[in-house]
């Protein structure tokens, strides 16, 4: 990403994802499927350790995820955060990483097509934040929030998994009262 350009390598994709933040969870007929997630930001790094649980019975998913983020101005034009490059682990990989230090954030992810919404618990309770990833800058620019979309914080770097893992309940109210939110 040197001279300002953002391009794919070998193994790291474009991520074109545009964040929102939700007036509430999705009604439940909304849903289409349901997964618990776990991330543990790993700690000096642009790594994190994810763990899916599908409550359905459909067992689990564990990957190593970097994030290279983006200059904010291409957030701004395009919803392009940065590349991302995933691996997927077996359980004695993702065991082994799990034991270096990191940051745990647990979030329950609704599919309500075309958006994922992530209700969040503990101190972050009362966060619903709807993510909806594009193909291209196109399809990015040209996308009409649905309702219940009650402001865009795609360019909010408060509203990252990585700042999120480490913000407290005070942190939480007062960004969400500047977004006239009070959960």
Do not use: H
């Not at 200059?71 to 270096?100: D, F």
């Amino acid at each position: 990403m040197s001279g300002g350009s953002l391009a794919p390598g070998k193994y790291a994709r474009v991520e074109r994802e545009r964040r929102f933040l939700m007036a509430g969870p999705p009604a439940p007929e909304e849903v289409t499927a349901t997964r618990v997630i776990t991330d543990r930001y790993l700690v000096g790094t642009r790594l994190r350790l994810r763990r899916v649980d599908f409550p359905d019975g459909g067992g689990s998913q564990l990957k190593l995820t970097q994030k290279v983020p983006a200059a904010v101005p291409y957030a701004r034009v395009s919803g392009v955060q940065g590349l991302i490059t995933n691996t997927y682990l077996s359980w004695a990989e993702y065991e082994l990483l799990s034991t270096l230090p990191g940051e745990v954030l647990v979030k329950t992810r609704f599919s309500v097509p075309p958006l994922g919404v992530d209700v969040f618990g503990g101190v972050l309770r009362g966060l619903v934040v709807g993510e909806v990833e594009f193909a291209d800058d196109e399809e990015a620019r040209g996308f009409v929030a649905p309702g219940g979309c009650v402001a865009e914080v795609t360019d909010d770097v408060r509203f990252t998994g990585g700042r999120l893992v480490v913000a407290s309940r005070e942190d939480l109210l007062g960004w969400l009262a500047e977004y006239g939110l009070r959960p």
